[in-house]
């Protein structure tokens, strides 16, 4: 067959599969494909790297992950300058293995300045294993600095102009977020809202999600001015904040899914200040504060953040459901009571489980050996993520009959805490709402505190329920010896899995919120009065 003849054949099959929209039509496409590399040979780099990008679309389509990454990673044999090939890449090692994860996102932010991007890759480095703090806000600096001339253009940030107060004026503060709804954040937001002082204060809510639920409806109940801004880019955000005449700013998301953390790159407030949402430094020299307490950022550490520490003296987490109580479960008895044998269950995402949490779950199941380790998500436990938790087990000395995989799902999430007998937090990116939900259910959480933000979560939840001497470690081998100790005395265990729901709702997380707002007040003053007089 001549070379023309053969580029038309080519052709016309290329055509046909590129019409493919339904499962069944992706997997014809698949095989025409397939057989489209017959008539091609090395001299056609280009088409070779777009049939491959097309064959892995098919299989992302279809969600067989492993073909995806298989054949996403064929293109890069033949070229380097896809950004949204290793933007792709990036997002399927994400859930797998962050350290693969890590130099995809990098590749695609050198290409092309995107800026969720920017926010997997800061999300990315919170939970590898191989940074410490320093090394956590180099990093995020970097990628921060980079992106900063392609997001802020031509336009200037907004000049300075020292707001000076007449007596009595109130001072203008502003909560910047995507997550005014049903969100975890908000659980954490609602009794910060719900008691802030109105008559002291003017408060605004930009809001940049357009989701409305029943607590979006509660958190205007509070009468504080709700701004929708979904529609606006980042910049027209900024204006809005500055037209607004915003003396404090707060950022409620930071680099996370579909927040708008870059409108503070104009610093459209003279005070810029970030709380929870991310749970590390912003890497941005525009934001002035960070939210703490001396627990979750110690002062001998503050000069690891960009931001200055905002500091609570009672602690920076107070926390409410943002749904009826009475809709939780009944919390059961330990499972194991039922089962003959203890089950460890991890229930955060998939993407903060890493090599060294790997690492130390199989060490605990080697020195408890009557225990098997429950890991629970609906989303991303499919066959394939499976098998590889199956692999990596086995790697380290654990069969397969010690784990129990399951993305079951309840009617409620909280059902699934009743599996597990004592939570496993991962590292070196912890829990915070899970560890909350889990200890309503009357489920302990092993900690291993570690260096950063991120790593303190469950920690000062353990502190707030004056559980820190049996659940929070300081070492690897802590850790493994409070599990085991755990596991091995049952009438302790069960003791505290009996009032572990009432030992939770009368601690500060649960009744401080209106001492929480009033500390926030305080603190607000003191930066104001700090400002002036700088």
Wanted: with cysteine; net charge negative; charged share 25%.
């Amino acid at each position: 067959m001549d070379r023309e003849c053969k580029d038309s054949i080519y052709q016309k099959k290329l055509k046909l599969a590129d019409d493919s929209f339904s499962a069944k039509e992706y997997l014809d496409a698949i095989t025409l494909y397939n057989e489209l590399f017959s008539y091609l040979n090395q001299d056609y780099r280009n088409d070779l790297g777009e049939l491959n990008r097309k064959l892995a679309d098919c299989y992302y389509a279809l969600e067989d992950w492993t073909q995806a990454r298989k054949f996403y990673e064929h293109v890069l044999d033949y070229t380097d300058k896809n950004a949204a090939v290793f933007s792709r890449l990036a997002s399927l090692y994400y859930a797998y293995d962050i350290e693969k994860a890590i130099p995809y996102y990098k590749a695609s932010l050198s290409l092309k300045a995107n800026e969720a991007n920017l926010g997997n890759l800061c999300l990315s480095v919170l939970k590898s294993d191989k940074y410490d703090q320093a090394k956590i806000k180099e990093e995020i600096e970097r990628a921060v600095n980079f992106i900063r001339p392609y997001v802020v253009g031509r336009q200037r940030p907004y000049e300075e102009i020292k707001r000076e107060k007449l007596p009595g004026e109130k001072l203008n503060i502003g909560y910047l977020s995507s997550d005014f709804y049903a969100h975890a954040m908000m659980e954490f937001i609602l009794p910060l809202l719900e008691h802030h002082d109105q008559e002291s204060f003017n408060f605004t809510l930009y809001s940049c999600n357009k989701k409305n639920d029943a607590t979006t409806e509660r958190i205007k109940a509070t009468g504080i001015r709700f701004t929708d801004v979904s529609d606006r880019t980042g910049a027209q955000i900024a204006r809005r904040i500055y037209n607004d005449r915003i003396d404090i700013l707060v950022d409620l998301g930071g680099h996370t899914h579909a927040c708008r953390v870059n409108a503070l790159f104009f610093t459209p407030a003279p005070i810029q200040m970030q709380y929870l949402g991310f749970v590390n430094t912003l890497g941005m020299k525009e934001v002035d504060y960070i939210w703490a307490d001396e627990f979750v950022i110690p002062r001998e550490k503050a000069a690891l953040y960009t931001e200055k520490p905002f500091y609570l003296k009672s602690g920076m987490h107070c926390f409410d459901f943002n749904f009826p109580a009475q809709n939780i479960p009944a919390a059961k008895a330990l499972p194991l009571l039922k089962n003959g044998y203890l089950t460890f269950g991890s229930f955060n995402d998939m993407s903060k489980i890493s090599y060294s949490t790997l690492d130390l779950w199989a060490a605990l199941l080697h020195r408890v050996d009557h225990a098997k380790l429950l890991i629970y998500r609906t989303k991303d436990l499919g066959p394939d993520k499976k098998d590889w938790f199956v692999r990596e087990f086995q790697k380290r000395g654990i069969g397969k009959e010690r784990l129990i995989l399951s993305n079951e799902k309840f009617a409620s999430m909280f059902s699934a805490y009743s599996l597990a007998d004592i939570g496993l937090d991962p590292t070196p990116y912890g829990g915070l709402t899970i560890t909350i939900e889990q200890a309503y259910m009357g489920l302990p959480t092993i900690t291993l505190v570690g260096e950063g933000m991120q790593s303190r979560g469950s920690a000062a939840v353990n502190r707030a329920l004056h559980l820190e001497e049996e659940l929070n470690a300081s070492s690897k081998e802590a850790y493994i010896s409070k599990a085991a100790a755990l596991a091995n005395d049952i009438v302790k265990l069960n003791a505290i899995h009996e009032g572990l729901r009432n030992n939770l709702v009368n601690s500060t997380l649960f009744t401080e919120g209106q001492r929480f707002a009033q500390e926030v007040e305080e603190g607000y003053r003191r930066i104001w009065t700090e400002y002036i007089e700088s």
